[in-house]
């Protein structure tokens, strides 16, 4: 089964360094997202991603988060300047077409650590 | 907007008894409804999820959930649990025009031997 894959798994990154959090998503999905999960709390929705821009975002998707398909197959999460908050998973997921109740594939996570 | 309450953190069940994890929604339009399960050190995978017709709705892995829009309620059961059953179920709702998937709080599930 087709699956999106997400590197690396697990990143360790001094508190204000770059970080960029990367992702394949299935190759035939139009729709690309970001989610993350702080330890121990649910899973939000950050940011989905259309046409070659953002379609939504939420609160927490300031001006320290950017999206980015620099190519057919990549799609990037890249935060500016890391804050110790900012340590949790992120989640990759992509969808076939913008169609409601279409199923989000998720990827396995990237853990992202700020020390 | 909508939400997705998980009444339970935690569900302790003994091996091959029944579990039933609850989620209740809320959301002034017609939603879509999934459940999905995140074992140990791994990503979110879809187990099941209702778009419409039959309210009650098959998953993965023996796993079954119904839509009740009188009680807005989703809840996930399954008759015989396994050891390997033992993950963290989250349940989660979208909205009629929109992909984004909102989440609840997460249900683990502990399988006692």
């Known amino acids: 089964e087709p699956e999106v894959t997400q590197t690396p798994s697990h990143q360790v990154t001094q508190m204000g360094q770059e970080v960029i959090l990367r992702c394949v998503p299935i190759?035939?999905?139009?729709?690309f997202y970001w989610y993350r999960q702080i330890l121990g709390q649910k899973v939000e929705f950050l940011v989905s991603f259309y046409n070659n821009e953002i379609s939504e975002k939420s609160e927490i998707f300031d001006d320290q988060f950017s999206v980015e398909r620099p190519d057919g197959s990549n799609f990037t999460l890249k935060i500016r300047s890391t804050k110790l908050e900012d340590s949790a998973m992120y989640f990759c997921a992509s969808s076939e077409i913008p169609t409601s109740g279409n199923t989000i594939y998720f990827g396995e996570g990237s853990w992202l650590t700020v020390v | 907007a909508q939400s997705v309450t998980q009444l339970d953190s935690q569900v302790p069940v003994f091996e091959e008894a029944p579990v039933e994890l609850r989620c209740n929604y809320s959301?002034?339009?017609?939603?879509?409804l999934f459940w999905y399960v995140q074992y140990p050190n791994q990503g979110l995978q879809l187990l099941l999820k209702?778009?419409?017709?039959?309210?009650l709705v098959k998953g993965i892995n023996g796993f079954e959930a119904e839509f009740n829009k009188s009680q807005t309620s989703f809840h996930l059961r399954k008759p015989s649990v396994h050891i390997s059953d033992t993950a963290e179920y989250f349940c989660?709702?979208?909205?009629?025009?929109?992909?984004?998937?909102?989440f609840g709080t997460g249900t683990k599930l502990q399988v006692i031997p």
């Open positions: 190759s035939n999905h139009l729709y």
């Open positions: 959301s002034s339009v017609s939603v879509y």
């Open positions: 989660a709702v979208s909205v009629g025009g929109y992909q984004k998937v909102t």
């Open positions: 209702y778009l419409s017709g039959s309210t």
